[in-house]
């Protein structure tokens, strides 16, 4: 799960087995990774690599300062068993209730998922990923086929956050969702091929 502490974000990782075959928690903590400014989107990035246990973390493509993080219990840390758990967005869902609220507002949430032994998005791709801070159709993007969700949650309906990655992973939100329009605006770029034709006369000199 992913929560907020204060302007800091954390990233906690859950082994059912571990190496001792006891359920293991890795924490990773990067403070002051949201900005004090509270107007202002902000693009968010969180990497694992699995070759070497620690996770990065970016804002609007910039890594953190405290990035780069091997975690607690890192070393117990080997994969994540159950498959069955619960994805949860904007807050800490136990037992029935919810703790640890994201305070703001979320847009266009990724999951990718990358092969077993490869290496998370790269800082290049992060970058791409930003795009300058414009959302795209992230389906354009160099590791689209790593994408395993996309929640734009600007078109849920009643309790339901569409799916656009294609694979169906509809969310289900605890309470009826009401659209509003965000301040600022996100702003959308759109990359598409379109027909053209070119037309002139000439007449070259030499």
């Known amino acids: 799960r992913l929560t907020q502490e204060g302007r800091g974000l ?4 859950r082994d059912t087995t571990g190496t001792d ?3 293991t928690l890795s924490a990773f903590t ?3 990774i949201l900005s004090n400014d509270t107007g202002a989107w902000e693009h968010i990035t969180v990497t694992y690599t699995q070759s070497t246990r620690k ?10 300062t405290g990035s780069g993080q091997t975690g607690t219990n890192s070393g117990d840390y080997f994969e994540m068993q159950n498959t069955t758990s619960e994805f949860v967005l904007g807050s800490s869902h136990v037992g029935g209730t919810d703790s640890a609220s994201f305070r703001g507002d979320i ?3 990724l999951l990718f998922k990358h092969a077993e032994l490869q290496a998370p998005l790269t800082s290049t791709q992060v970058t791409e990923l930003y795009n300058g801070g414009f959302i795209f159709d992230y389906k354009r993007h160099s590791k689209a086929a790593d994408i395993v969700l996309w ?7 009643g309790t339901s956050h ?3 990655s294609g694979l169906s992973h509809t969310g289900t939100s605890n309470t009826s969702l009401t659209q ?8 959308r770029r759109v990359y598409a091929d379109q027909p053209f034709t070119v037309s002139f006369w000439a007449k070259a000199t030499n």
């Open 10 to 13: 954390k990233l906690e990782l």
């Open 21 to 23: 075959n006891t359920s």
């Open 30 to 32: 990067e403070t002051n």
């Open 55 to 64: 996770v990065h973390f970016y804002r609007n493509a910039s890594v953190g």
């Open 107 to 109: 847009s266009n949430l």
């Open 151 to 157: 929640w734009k949650l600007e078109d849920a309906t």
């Open 162 to 164: 569409a799916d656009s």
């Open 180 to 187: 509003t329009t965000a301040s600022p605006v996100l702003q």
